[in-house]
């Protein structure tokens, strides 16, 4: 006996009892269930399958199986049995959010093929998206889809949706009846063969062989909304939602874009100005600490020249209040390899030293050998090397014994 595919009767059956005709214990915990008719669509054609329960054994896997539907259930101390009969139950909010995304992929896919003469060559239902692969193959004069052609075939889409138009389901025994119909993509089967129309024959939107549900109006689709385009082996991938995950996406992007307007006290429509202005006077900031860094390292390499003239000590401490590690070293470029002197510039906000020298002695040697005495990191070469402290009594400890080293 072969198994009474109820989607393929009506898609909207979310209850229906069953008797199970064959079943498979596994060691797992869960069972391999057949049944003598079932709702559960299986997955395929990149659609992920129903879920549900077969009484309150919960389904976790549904297969095809030939001409069968295999369920895989969680058998949770159940031990079905051919001829038990239960009542099954569809997981509604999964198997309409596949309808209206598998709806909505054939309503764009009818529209590329219309507007562009682009044929949907692969198709992926992600998590976050789905996305269709169009091939520009039937006109020659067409050779990209831009973004603001994708924003065209989305505003196309919509109105098929708007107009409610009615989706059917014709089954067909033979392929020559099949192909007196409008198909987007030529026939792969010879037999048993369900095509999918969006809107009348001699007016579709879209008109294809699928065994997939699909809900009975466009209407209840909802919303499709294009995200991106990008070039994709030869052809174009669009990124795209439809029904509940379209407004949900739609909902988040608001959502950021609200948020982040509010933080800049401005309307979603001003926010783009809004940021451009703050970003200009962020780069006029920028350019301004730079040139009062650049004055303040001047002052500060007066301050090392004076002392550096004044004493007979081999090393000279400079402790710097503002300046980070970069900063200190930007100072330390006009002494590299040439002062005679072993100078520490100390960053005190990242407590942390650059050493520099003519050469002798070797900062990089220095700071290898000492820094690790006080938890010390860093390294560098001849004339000059960073020595990293996580904090200041540690780095004087470390400048207290170089000090000491070299007297
Ligand atoms: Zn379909």
Not at 48 to 58: F, P, R
Not at 92 to 107: K, T, V
Not at 168 to 191: G, H, N, S, Y
Not at 331 to 351: F, H, I, N, Q, S
Request: charge should be negative.
């Amino acid at each position: 006996m072969t198994v009474r595919k109820l989607f393929q009767e009506d898609v909207y059956i979310k209850n229906w009892d069953a008797v199970i005709t064959r079943e498979t214990a596994c060691d797992d915990g869960t069972a391999k269930l057949w049944l003598d008719q079932t709702a559960f669509f299986p997955e395929g054609g990149g659609q992920s399958c129903d879920l549900g329960h077969i009484g309150d054994m919960k389904v976790l896997d549904v297969q095809e199986d030939g001409q069968e539907v295999v369920h895989t259930v969680a058998t949770d101390g159940n031990t079905p049995r051919v001829g038990d009969t239960f009542t099954c139950e569809l997981d509604w909010d999964h198997r309409f959010d596949n309808m209206q995304r598998h709806c909505g992929e054939h309503i764009l896919s009818g529209i590329f093929f219309d507007l562009f003469g682009g044929v949907n060559r692969g198709f992926h239902m992600g998590h976050d998206s789905m996305t269709i692969d169009i091939s520009l193959e039937e006109d020659p004069k067409i050779t990209e889809i831009t973004y603001e052609m994708a924003m065209e075939a989305e505003l196309a889409a919509n109105k098929v949706i708007w107009s409610d138009a009615p989706v059917t389901v014709m089954r067909f025994d033979r392929r020559q009846d099949a192909e007196k119909l409008p198909l987007r993509k030529a026939l792969a089967i010879d037999e048993d063969i369900s095509i999918v129309c969006v809107g009348s024959p001699e007016n579709a939107a879209d008109c294809v062989a699928c065994c997939g549900t699909h809900p009975s109006t466009a209407g209840q689709v909802g919303l499709i909304k294009i995200f991106k385009v990008e070039k994709y082996k030869g052809m174009f991938r669009i990124f795209f939602e439809a029904g509940r995950r379209a407004l949900e996406a739609c909902r988040l992007r608001h959502d950021i874009l609200y948020k982040l307007s509010n933080r800049y006290s401005s309307s979603i429509e001003d926010f783009p100005d809004k940021l451009k202005a703050s970003e200009d006077k962020s780069a006029q900031t920028k350019n301004k600490l730079h040139i009062m860094t650049n004055a303040l390292i001047a002052k500060e390499s007066e301050a090392v020249d004076a002392e550096i003239s004044s004493t007979d000590a081999p090393v000279i401490i400079k402790r710097l209040e503002v300046f980070s590690m970069d900063d200190a070293f930007n100072m330390a470029k006009a002494y590299m390899g040439k002062t005679e002197k072993l100078l520490l510039l100390y960053a005190v906000p990242d407590t942390s030293f650059i050493l520099v020298s003519s050469g002798t002695p070797a900062c990089g040697k220095l700071v290898k050998e000492y820094a690790s005495f006080y938890n010390g990191k860093g390294g560098g070469n001849d004339v000059s090397a960073r020595a990293i402290f996580s904090n200041e009594e540690d780095a004087m400890l470390f400048a207290d014994l170089i000090t000491k080293h070299l007297k």
